[in-house]
Nanobody, 121 residues
Framework: HVHLLESGGGLVQAGGSLRLSCAAS??????MEWFRQAPGKEREFVAA????????HYADSVKGRFTISRDNAKNAVYLQMSSLKPEDTAVYYC????????????????WGKGTLVTVSS
């Protein structure tokens, strides 16, 4: 049984930092990604890490501010978020799949339940 569990969300002031964690159980995934969904908006890609080719990908909106990393021994993925902006406010979801990176949430096989990040101005 596959389970993804996010943690680390919370309330932070603009310019601050947060670190999200996602622990996977049940199987090991070659590709783990972060998505987010703001109120009234569609779920959007944030970052991805694949150990098929060691690639890392970011949405343009978070490049230079967010860093994705993995601990394969722990089957976990992290998202270090810095210089947070109010527009980063969203529920952040961890997602996983076997195979290449996709930025389309419809291509992900497994999802966590999400963790809320609120950035105040």
């Amino acid at each position: 049984h596959v389970h993804l569990l996010e943690s680390g969300g919370g309330l932070v002031q603009a310019g601050g930092s947060l670190r999200l964690s996602c622990a996977a159980s049940g199987r090991i995934f070659s590709t783990m990604e972060w998505f987010r969904q703001a109120p009234g908006k569609e779920r959007e890609f944030v970052a991805a890490s694949s150990w098929i080719d060691g690639s890392i990908h970011y949405a343009d909106s978070v490049k230079g501010r967010f860093t994705i990393s993995r601990d394969n021994a722990k089957n976990a993925v992290y998202l270090q978020m810095s210089s947070l902006k109010p527009e980063d406010t969203a529920v952040y979801y961890c997602a996983a799949r076997s195979g290449q990176v996709y930025t389309d949430p419809g291509q992900m096989n497994y999802w966590g339940k999400g963790t809320l990040v609120t950035v105040s101005s």
